[in-house]
């Protein structure tokens, strides 16, 4: 074992507590806020960031925060998921007839969709189920590209679909 490393299982040994308390406070749930704090250490133990003795645990009560908005924002995007693709859910709320017409404004949405690179994006993202690293490595440009691209293409699919 390192000095670096035993240096961190120290820190881990000295601050855990407050740590789990601040990720508890935040997520309400004692698994995902031992992950939280389990999941701080395991990047400070593979990045090689420079520690300072008098900032180390307001640095340590960030990473925690940090890591706390993160799963909160999973969960919030995973519900979200879940209600809009739930078959169930949709069949209760819309007849047959309501999809099929659904499905053609959406399928003109898409095909308005300027530049074409993000109807590109979104066929393969959404449709083929492709991950948007991928989609990136597929595309030949970077990750912040297609994200951007792919904002690009929802906006302008929410917009058209406003007045639907």
Do not use: W
């Amino acid at each position: 074992m390192t000095d670096r490393e035993r240096h961190i299982e120290g820190l881990f040994r000295q601050h855990y507590s407050a740590m789990h308390r601040l990720a508890y406070l935040l997520l309400h749930d004692d698994d995902d806020s031992k992950d939280v704090v389990h999941d701080v250490f395991a990047k400070l133990l593979v990045e090689q960031t420079e520690l300072r003795e008098s900032t180390i645990l307001p640095y340590l009560l960030s990473c925690v925060r940090n890591q706390c908005l993160n799963v909160m924002r999973d969960r919030r995007l995973h519900a979200q998921l879940q209600q809009y693709l739930n078959p169930d859910t949709v069949a209760e709320q819309t007849s047959p007839e309501d999809l099929e017409c659904e499905i053609a404004v959406l399928s003109k949405g898409i095909d308005a969709l300027v530049p074409p690179v993000c109807r590109e994006v979104i066929r393969l993202h959404f449709h083929e189920g492709v991950a948007l690293t991928e989609v990136a490595r597929r595309l030949g440009v970077s990750h912040t590209t297609i994200y951007k691209h792919l904002h690009s293409a929802l906006r302008q699919l929410r917009q058209t679909l406003k007045d639907y």
